[in-house]
């Protein structure tokens, strides 16, 4: 999962969002939108829509029933579960273009099959491969000491003897701007700030920029290292890794992320050397070794398989996860139970009368972590004239949840089909929330093709204490949450597929910097 | 801390223990016992003692109403967890012979001397210089996966290329030694069993027999290494390291610990493996790699203090903790806390009215984790007349507690002061324990020298989840705990430095396994 929050976005990155797409579709909406208000009134003259505000989209009784179905298979599933713990035991750790990469393309193919999805197929997509080596941070005055740490994804490397320089601590980018010209020059930058823990994932957007940009605004200033204290609520002494956003203009500087624990040492010893300090006037020095390297681009694949529809077969109700994870864990929070929630959410969506009507497909993306290669890929490889065929889309990234509010970004009469939905769930401790939802970062390039989303948010509070780290594996699951995830996302994607259309399409969302790795190697995106 | 459960001991250990102890102070012991009798009664004339029950040794109402000033000044103080904060600052690890350690013991001497103590001093210990190096484990089929790992203490390394078999699965020793001959010839013994949650830590005990003796009993079976299940409480995907016992008749094969989550995911690799699974008949192969190695011995130092005392200042009460930490953590909960606990309860024991009669003396033994050489060697440079000037020592070596339960092991008519100190300190929820304590590997030597030893035992509920991982750092600390742990230890010393004496030597324990590496290369010991 990475952050959708604001940042600066290079023009370099905006010149290559795909505007076809939004052309296109703009044009599409309007037609579709007339359409729409006349799937609503069946029984009305075959006349000129009159410009008035459009009645509502509702779900029909059997539906409603069917939706019912749903949560309940949901509620009583252990697919999910069965699905992480296969997917832990028989491939683990899933990073771009690594072996255990190509291994989850092959369970999942299998796995799709197994479960009786049709047209299970790969989709290719070119990754980047980077090596992440070693990493080590050592404290050599005024009192020596090693820290946990890790490279940042994409960090480059540093000579074999390190880097060895007194350190600057700051708590965020801004207080780095403020400090006066020359003041970073051959020095390492220590951003100390801390994550703070939230419901909805917000204190990770906002911790997240130093690690993101820190390094490239560093090096402009003239820095030659930068370490951060880990982006994550964990006070475990392990490093929370993830990937920095290099400038193409500045100079690109190694990054690395030392634990929690370690940051407050740090940030003690750094006190010590303050003018009441038993270390004071001295500075704080360390080295910096990093073997981290590119290696060139490498195959992996989107894995996609479909739940045929009845009646309106030919539109597609898309259910997204991630496939990759980052390489320190087993990938089972971020986003094996994406994975699992997808396909058994599906699978209860499936299992209830009347049959969904659209087609339920789940798509699991490949290298969301280290550049969103697949979510860039999907739109492209489909074609204009598929994802035109898309009538919503869902995201689930962010673990095991519970879901605990119910989202959307749908075309307005759609609301009242969510708020039936929430009324739905709500037994489950699912809130209502709003119609201005971002859905998740792979759903990026469908939102900016006017597609509609549906966003059954999971619950963040305790997901940035494994996030990016060793520890996410299979014992930091909650069954629980995983079936009532599983419940909420069956509930929500069975409405999506029974719902009356055609679904509109909404106003492009304004390109972000979600741009590729592949086709700018500036990072341009949080992650 | 080590554990204290039986273990098998060779006949070479055994051989070496310092019998000139037992002997010298089995005879001071029927000595002092007649003294003390009369101390009891000083009102008795001065003739023959007849041989009856002893009468009770109590402390006086003065002395009791210092001991409640104790209790209040530890409970107040914040000293302790300032000095555990400073040594995480300022030190960090502190494992035999390295940086650390020498860096450690010029931390204690400063600060015990900061702290006010007398004759503050170092006593020349030589310990053994292991380097852990790189310990890498990887499952190679059916599902290759790469695992968390620590090289076990002591252990030997593999070739460079690792060493490459099919790994058998086993819950423990007795398990190992009930498998068919012939069957361990070559492969990789998986220690699997977990440890158990206690509060008084003898799940550690009944665990760590796989760590500490597997790999010896394994290889003379025929493996050709060792993995074991972490031995731990802790669910984060970090490896549990401690010392390795080889025994000096058997092969020595390389033996690492992997985390408990990477167990899991082997465990259930396992499982495939088996008639009904996907990997039906497959052996699990893995590849082990260790760098691990043993440099030649260097000097490390035990740190004494005292705090004199008044009456009695030719007697001691003697608090103990060890210096020295693994490697891998900050040591804090193993055991910078007993550090602290130890300087700030004498502390708060000197600074009540009356002033203690006995000097307080605090020990801050030396290699602790890996060998016991601190422990050893006090006793020897101190010499046995010093020795028999010990009235009671106790040792604070399982975290920061708090403290649940107050036991001992002293002469029968000291069992009534013990049964007043936990009248003290009832009030701070500390059960009243027997009078069969152990006390602690440090003062195993002391022990066997017949010195009474009092115990108030630190709560190791959670101490598991901590002790010998990366995890072992100043946040794991609750400072309540360490208020509670300073206050019980505080009047415990106190009211040993103002009861009457002089205390009787007891019975000699009898030997257990506690030789340190110097003597041999057994590695004879659990810690």
Redesign the interface.
């Known amino acids: 999962m990475r952050s959708h929050n604001s940042r600066s976005c290079g023009a370099l990155a905006a010149a290559v969002v795909p505007l076809a797409f939004a052309l296109t579709f703009a044009s599409l909406s309007a037609a579709v939108a007339a359409q729409s208000t006349r799937a609503q009134t069946p029984s009305a003259p075959d006349a000129e829509a009159i410009p008035a505000a459009p009645s509502p989209v509702l779900l029909s009784r059997e539906a409603l029933a069917g939706a019912i179905g749903v949560r309940e298979m949901g509620l009583r599933s252990e697919e999910a579960y069965q699905i992480l713990?296969e997917l832990?035991?028989?491939?683990?750790?899933r990073f771009a273009g690594t072996?255990?990469d190509r291994?989850g393309v092959a369970w999942a193919v299998k796995k799709m099959q197994a479960l009786g999805f049709s047209n299970v197929r790969t989709q290719e997509v070119i990754v980047p491969r980077w090596i992440r080596g070693e990493a080590s941070f050592e404290v050599l005055a005024?009192?020596?000491?090693?820290m946990?740490t890790l490279a940042l994804g994409g960090s480059i490397g540093t000579p074999d003897e390190g880097l060895e320089a007194p350190i600057v601590m700051v708590q965020d980018i801004a207080a780095l701007q403020a400090l006066p010209e020359g003041t970073l020059r051959g020095k390492i930058v220590f951003f100390n700030g801390r994550m703070e823990r939230t419901r909805d994932g917000s204190g990770y957007g906002k911790a997240v920029r130093s690690r993101s940009e820190g390094p490239s605004i560093a090096g402009s200033l003239g820095a030659i290292g930068v370490v951060i204290r880990s982006v994550g609520t964990s006070?475990?002494?392990?490093a929370h890794t993830g990937t920095l956003s290099y400038n193409v203009s500045a100079p690109r500087i190694p990054a690395v992320a030392i634990?929690?624990?370690?940051a407050?040492?740090l940030e003690?010893?750094v006190a010590?050397t303050r003018p009441n300090g038993?270390a004071a006037g001295q500075p704080v020095t360390v080295r910096l070794r990093v073997t981290s390297r590119d290696l060139p681009q490498v195959r992996s694949a989107n894995v996609i398989g479909d739940i045929p529809g009845t009646d309106l077969a030919n539109e597609i109700v898309l259910i997204g996860a991630h496939l990759d994870s980052w390489d320190v864990?087993?990938g089972v929070q971020d986003d094996g139970a994406g994975v699992a929630i997808a396909l058994a959410a599906v699978r209860a969506a499936a299992s209830v009368n009347p049959k969904p009507r659209r087609t339920l497909r789940v798509v699991l993306f490949a290298n969301e972590e280290f550049g969103l290669s697949g979510a860039g890929r999907y739109p492209i490889s489909e074609g204009d004239e598929a994802v035109a065929q898309h009538a919503f889309a869902m995201e689930a990234d962010l673990g095991d949840g519970p879901v605990w509010k119910l989202s959307a970004r749908v075309p307005e009469p759609y609301w009242a089909a969510i708020d039936q939905v929430h009324k739905v769930v709500k037994s489950l401790e699912v809130e209502l929330g709003d119609n201005t939802a971002a859905g998740g970062a792979d759903l990026g390039p469908l939102r900016r093709a006017g597609v509609p989303v549906i966003a059954p948010q999971l619950d963040a509070s305790t997901y940035f204490d494994i996030h990016h780290t060793?520890?996410d594996?299979?014992?930091?699951i909650d069954p629980a949450h995983l079936r009532q995830s599983t419940a909420v996302f069956g509930v929500a994607a069975y409405a999506a597929a029974m719902v009356d259309g055609p679904v509109p399409r909404l106003e492009g969302e304004r390109a972000r910097c979600a741009v590729s790795r592949l086709n700018n190697h500036s990072h341009n995106h949080s992650q």
Chains 1, 2 share one sequence.
Not at 88 to 93: A, H, L, P, S, Y
Not at 235 to 238: A, E
Request: proline share 8%.
């Open positions: 713990e832990t035991t028989e491939v683990g750790q072996a255990g291994a005024p009192y020596p000491m090693n946990v006070t475990n002494r392990i634990s929690n624990p370690d407050d040492v003690r010893q010590q038993k864990g087993h060793v520890n594996t299979l014992d930091q």
